[in-house]
């Protein structure tokens, strides 16, 4: 199973941009479906978006669809988070998460691995 460690977040000004990474360790990253969720102050987690082993096939949540982008690099073993116009209610703490078996989800039950999470937080 591999471990997941974020990095990226910090404090940025409405449209603004901040580019999440997601590094994980473990030589069986490239089988991992991983996904991005964010939990903001007395909010439930949400889907961001996730992304195919590949690399083949994304989605988004409606709420940042034109405005994020997620990647990853199996040579490197990390997923990225492009996030761009960034809004104040981007503000959350953004996890990733990596599912070895089993197909794409917008369900964080579903991903078996977590990281520790990044604050990103958006000024007005």
């Known amino acids: 199973q591999v471990q997941l460690v974020e990095s990226g977040g910090g404090l940025v000004q409405a449209g603004g941009s901040l580019r999440l990474s997601c590094a994980a360790s473990?030589?069986?990253?490239?089988?991992?479906?991983m996904g991005w969720f964010r939990q903001a102050p007395g909010k439930e987690r949400e889907f961001v978006s996730h992304i195919t082993w590949s690399g083949g096939r994304t989605a988004y949540a409606d709420s940042v669809k034109g405005r994020f982008t997620i990647s990853r690099d199996n040579a490197k073993n990390t997923v990225y988070l492009q996030m761009d116009n960034l809004k104040p209610e981007d503000t959350a703490v953004y996890y990733c998460?990596?599912?070895?078996?089993?197909?794409?989800?917008?369900?964080?039950?579903?991903?078996?691995?977590w990281g520790q999470g990044t604050q990103v937080t958006v000024s007005s």
């Open positions: 473990g030589r069986t990253f490239s089988r991992y479906v």
């Open positions: 998460a990596g599912r070895q078996v089993g197909g794409v989800s917008i369900y964080g039950i579903d991903y078996d691995t």
